[in-house]
């Protein structure tokens, strides 16, 4: 997998810069609760019907990315999803999943690793002509109610 050139550059200069030890980061990481599921928690709350998605494995923006590198980061991640979850999973969401995050190159290797459902980061109602390769998802956050939400309101102010 090929990171885009000038993020590497960026993240191997802050290395060096800050003189961080790459292996002594990531034993860090992994001894710190980052309030990342682990495999247990994500086969626990699948089987009480959670259903679960795919993102990415490097969580790059996929447009500026080459055909094999959006594959890869596609099929790469499903992987390992389906080997948790020992099932299979074709529900992909965006990485950062503005409009501009996805086009006719990323939906034709979503559909080419086995996603169904691609979804973007944008609010808005989805309706049977809604392109399934990129619907609409919200996110829900402490000051909105979700109820409103389902129908295209964020705020109580959009009622009014």
């Keep these: 997998m090929v990171i885009p050139d000038k993020r590497k550059i960026i993240i191997n200069g802050l290395f060096d810069k800050y003189q961080i030890d790459h292996n002594k980061m990531k ?11 682990s495999k247990e928690d994500i086969r626990f709350w699948n089987a ?8 990415t494995v490097t969580h790059p923006c996929l447009t500026i990315l080459n055909e094999s590198d959006i ?3 596609i099929s790469a ?5 389906e080997t948790i979850l020992e099932k299979p999973v074709n529900v992909f969401a965006y990485p950062y999943g503005k409009r501009g995050d996805c086009n006719e190159l990323t939906k034709s290797q979503i559909k080419k690793a086995g996603m169904t ?3 973007i980061f944008e609010p808005g109602i989805n309706t049977p002509d809604t392109d399934f390769l990129k619907l609409y998802r919200m996110g ?5 109610d979700f109820r409103l939400a389902c129908h295209g309101l964020t705020r109580y102010t ?3």
Excluded: P, T, W
């Design 117 to 119: 459902i691609g979804m």
């Design 77 to 81: 991640s499903k992987k390992a999803l």
């Design 27 to 37: 034993k860090l990481a992994r001894s710190m609760s980052m309030g990342y599921m």
């Design 158 to 160: 959009d009622i009014l």
């Design 48 to 55: 009480h019907g959670i259903d679960f998605g795919i993102h």
């Design 71 to 73: 594959y890869e980061e």
């Design 140 to 144: 829900v956050g402490m000051n909105m």
